[in-house]
């Protein structure tokens, strides 16, 4: 064979193996730059509403509840044993799971809203799911809102609905058939369905994005308890609208959501699921395959359903293969209700409080100790806990962490990053300190061991309450070691005046600088009293 000829066979045979080579390389460099599954991370956040941190078995030797699912999710993630919410009651914690920030800092200074007030997230103010939805997620929120909305009022009601107005029945002066504004789809979801506060407050009806599913034209009520005297407040309703009814609804929808996902139609869109559930909140209503299944009372009944409805979701996960990749977060709003019936459930050896003082409303532990459970398959190790001092406001934080998104500096003032905590990267603390609120508004912080409480009772519903308590001539201040004295028992305010000095100090700054993390001072939506000596 000639040589040149040699030559050009040589010549095609490397052109063609450094194109096959150059081929190959681009592919997989395309395939590597596409986000994989793995990369695409949903985020589901079950909140329960009056959960107990004692009603979860895995959280308390002592329980008589069982809790299977939140067991086994707590087996496959991180169980944190001191984790709390920013307040005793439900609305100002919701507030700070999606602002990032302290509810004593909007308007709302004690107390909760009601099922027909104003929204509450002040506009503008950026907010976890409106974070995400710019990170790429799509957003949903399916369950209690109770964090305000904007209902259209009627001008001039009817003779009947003023009538009701007069007799202290709530909703008949709004026109249920207008759209409804200022609600979630105007903080970021991109998707609504529930019910507007407590499943004891009106309106009795669902609604969907900025509609009722149904107009509420009778008044209902509900019992709050099968067995016990009482009902949820009086008002308008719709006529097939049933609180037994509310936690299954939530709960299909949710699943179908994920359903809804997972389809090609969704394109691989990683999605955020803030799941607020209305329950074992009252009124306490089990489904009547549910009823007597405890052996204790139907509140236990209620949380053994609930835990049932929290498995349906991670199945659904697991069914259509999001499971791996997607984290999920689990917790309660406050500590459970005195309408659980301690007295009963105590006499069968239950505490829903576990070994800590008081309840819901309360500034003791059991007011806003919470469970805390995540789950993030590949990331988070199995079967692990944690005893960082943590808080349900640093949800923001830790979701700008994990998406990788630099929050501005006048969002989520008052949220820590956990994900070196979750990938076990903390070296300590990762909270400088912790502030808490109780339903009156009475102020605590928390570092380290001490905790300093600027109230003489439970500055809640337990006794001693404020009142009683200064009438007895109990100090205006409680401190105490929660490392020796986890139950709040032995107040030693008189005994460490330079702790106390030390942390109203830092609690003042707090407040001072409208933030706790590092950042540009930010302004508070109203004059802030940590005191408040006058209730």
Wanted: aromatic content about 10%.
């Amino acid at each position: 064979m000639p040589k040149r000829q040699v030559l050009f066979i040589l010549w095609c045979r490397a052109f063609f193996i450094t194109l096959f080579f150059i081929l190959g390389f681009t592919a997989c460099h395309a395939e590597a730059s596409k986000p994989s599954k793995t990369q695409r991370l949903n985020i589901v956040f079950i909140l329960c509403d009056d959960l107990g941190y004692g009603d979860v078995a895995c959280n308390n030797p002592q329980g008589k509840i069982a809790t299977p699912r939140l067991d086994r999710l707590a087996a496959e993630g991180m169980r944190f044993t001191d984790a709390h919410t920013t307040s005793s009651v439900c609305t100002p914690t919701r507030y700070s799971v999606l602002t990032g920030r302290y509810n004593w800092r909007s308007r709302l200074q004690r107390g909760v809203l009601g099922g027909l007030s104003p929204r509450l997230i002040e506009p503008g103010r950026m907010t976890v799911a409106e974070m995400l939805r710019r990170a790429g997620y799509h957003t949903a929120c399916i369950g209690k809102w109770h964090l305000g909305m904007n209902w259209a009022r009627k001008k001039d009601p009817e003779k009947k609905f003023a009538d009701a107005i007069e007799k202290g029945k709530e909703g008949w002066n709004i026109d249920f058939t207008r759209p409804i504004t200022g609600g979630p789809n105007a903080v970021g979801f991109d998707t609504f369905f529930g019910i507007a506060a407590s499943l004891d407050m009106v309106p009795y009806t669902f609604i969907e994005n900025d509609r009722v599913t149904a107009l509420p034209t009778v008044d209902r009520a509900f019992p709050m308890m099968p067995g016990k005297k009482g009902t949820t407040r009086r008002g308008p309703g719709s006529p097939k609208f049933e609180a037994i009814d509310v936690l299954p609804t939530l709960t299909r929808k949710a699943v179908e959501y994920i359903a809804q996902r997972a389809s090609p139609e969704a394109g691989g869109k990683p999605f955020f699921l803030y799941l607020p559930y209305a329950s074992p909140h009252t009124p306490t209503l089990p489904s009547p395959e549910w009823q007597g299944r405890s052996g204790l009372n139907p509140y236990a009944d209620f949380v053994m359903q609930n835990d049932a409805c929290v498995g349906q979701v991670l199945d659904a996960l697991a069914k259509h293969g999001l499971a791996d990749n997607t984290l999920v977060v689990f917790t309660s709003d406050n500590g459970c209700s005195p309408w659980a019936d301690f007295e009963t459930l105590g006499k069968k050896g239950h505490d829903p409080s576990y070994i800590y003082r008081g309840h819901k409303a309360d500034i003791w532990d059991g007011g806003h100790r919470v469970p805390f459970i995540v789950r993030w398959p590949g990331k988070v190790s199995a079967g692990t806990t944690s005893g960082q001092l943590v808080s349900l406001v640093d949800f923001m934080a830790t979701c700008a962490d994990i998406t990788g998104t630099t929050l501005p500096e006048d969002a989520a003032e008052d949220s820590v990053s956990l994900l070196p905590v979750l990938l076990g990267k903390a070296a300590g603390p990762v909270r400088e300190a912790l502030v808490h609120h109780s339903i009156q508004g009475k102020f605590s912080i928390r570092q380290g061991r001490w905790k300093l409480e600027l109230c003489p009772g439970s500055g809640g519903w337990s006794e001693p309450r404020d009142p009683k308590a200064r009438k007895q001539g109990l100090p205006s201040i409680q401190l105490y070691d929660i490392s020796a004295d986890p139950a709040e028992r032995h107040n030693v305010q008189a005994d460490h005046p330079d702790v106390v000095k030390s942390l109203t100090t830092l609690l003042q700054q707090y407040v001072t600088t409208g933030r706790s993390t590092p950042g540009t001072s930010r302004k508070n939506d109203g004059k802030v009293d940590i005191w408040k000596r006058n209730r």
